[in-house]
């Protein structure tokens, strides 16, 4: 599909959409690629924004993903997509306009979760304040300056930099979660760390076995959990996410928590898809972190202009944070129930190297506080390197 007369539509300027776009022009496509986002402005990264973003070391233009122009590409930004015609080969846009494509790459990533989404609120949707998007960031960021308490609904990597920011700027934090902080990303160990560090730092904690719901008092918001009310300033969900995957209902495309694509990235003979919004597997499972998305980006491009000779995708699950001093990178798959062997350092001393092994086969790997690199981080965890060397 590298002819000149074709067209790649790419839907989302996501990190995956943009990295996919690189990656159709490397392996020589010369045709025309069209990239259609939502949002208004230029494609930037997600990861900075619970991080540098929202602690203000970092302004919304250091986020910015590398310019466009070296891709030729057209950039349609500011245009919501409505549907799909697999048939006729058009992505439906706002104003009942198409793009039409000869192959298309899926990007549209995933927006947060809301407690309405869990049925967990009456309240109406813009009394929640999220952080998925740089607007909220931004938001965000502002209103910690003239906010002194903040609730946080959800304790996992998302909520848990969001709490560490905010006590870092003097904002009295309480996070409440169903179970301790970071425990299904991280396990019981990393998990206690953690907690243990946010509470020195102020961090106060509310385990709500039977649920949060997010409720009106008096004119404030507020969390109220098995009947009792946490009130504060401000509220903040990070209860995971959705992905973006209504436009494709009546496309004839398998839906399954997610857009449905083989090992190759593929969701039909020209459709592929990475990212937040592809799911993989039986049963179907998405694996939204930053650096899945680019590996799986690459693939899709591949696939789509080379079929069956791309080799399959290999997933590298990684993921990192940054909150309450601690340093934490984590790679591979696999339960973290079980006590890691410590490979160097000591928890309690918050400098680590843990690896989680199955019948002596390792399948996760962590580091807290140290320097390793990415590579060597992999290679304990047991992952396998993809063909594109990243």
């Known amino acids: 599909m590298s002819a000149s007369t074709h067209t790649i539509a790419i839907a989302g300027a996501s990190a995956a959409g943009v990295t996919a776009a690189e990656e159709l022009r490397s392996l020589g496509h010369d045709g025309r690629i ?27 233009e250091d986020a910015r993903l590398p310019d466009l122009d070296h891709l030729g590409l057209d950039y349609v930004r500011g245009v919501r997509i409505t549907g799909l015609d697999t048939e006729r080969q058009r992505l439906l846009v706002d104003g009942d306009d198409a793009v039409p494509y000869d192959g298309l790459i899926i990007a549209t990533g995933a927006r947060a979760r809301t407690l309405r989404d869990l049925r967990s609120s009456d309240v109406p949707l813009e009394r929640e304040h999220l952080i998925r998007t740089m607007a909220d960031a931004v938001w965000l960021r502002d209103r910690l300056t003239v906010t002194d308490s903040l609730l946080v609904v959800g304790g996992g990597i998302l909520g848990m930099e969001v709490a560490s920011t905010a006590v870092k700027r003097g904002v009295s934090v309480t996070v409440i979660d169903l179970v301790p902080p970071l425990l299904a990303h991280c396990g019981p160990d ?32 507020a969390v109220s959990a098995n009947g009792k009310i946490f009130q504060a300033d401000t509220v903040v969900s990070a209860v995971g996410c959705m992905p973006n995957v209504e436009w494709l209902d009546g496309s004839g495309l398998e ?10 990235c593929r969701a039909a003979s020209n459709i592929t898809a990475a990212g937040d919004v592809a799911a993989f597997g039986s ?31 290999a997933p590298r699950p990684f993921f990192w944070t940054d909150q309450f001093g601690l340093a934490i990178k984590m790679a591979g798959a696999g339960p973290v129930v079980d006590a890691p062997t410590v490979l160097d350092g000591s928890l309690d001393d918050n400098s680590v190297l843990l690896q989680w092994a199955d019948n002596g086969n390792p399948h996760r790997a962590a580091t807290i506080n140290k320097r390793l690199s990415l590579a060597k981080l992999h290679r304990y965890a047991g992952n396998v390197p993809t063909s594109s060397g990243v």
């Open 34 to 60: 069209v990239l259609v986002e939502a949002e208004d402005g230029h494609p930037y990264s997600k990861p900075p924004l619970s991080k540098a973003i929202l602690a203000g070391s970092e302004q919304p």
């Open 190 to 221: 990393i998990s206690a760390l953690v907690e243990k560090c946010a509470r020195t730092s102020g961090v106060d904690f509310v385990l709500a076995p039977g649920g949060a719901r997010l409720v009106d008092v008096d004119g404030n918001t």
């Open 255 to 264: 839906l399954q928590g997610g857009l449905l694509v083989d090992d190759r």
């Open 283 to 313: 049963p179907a499972r998405r694996t939204p972190h930053w650096s899945n998305a680019l590996d799986q980006a690459r693939v899709a491009a591949r696939t789509l202009l080379v079929g069956d000779a791309s080799e399959p995708y």
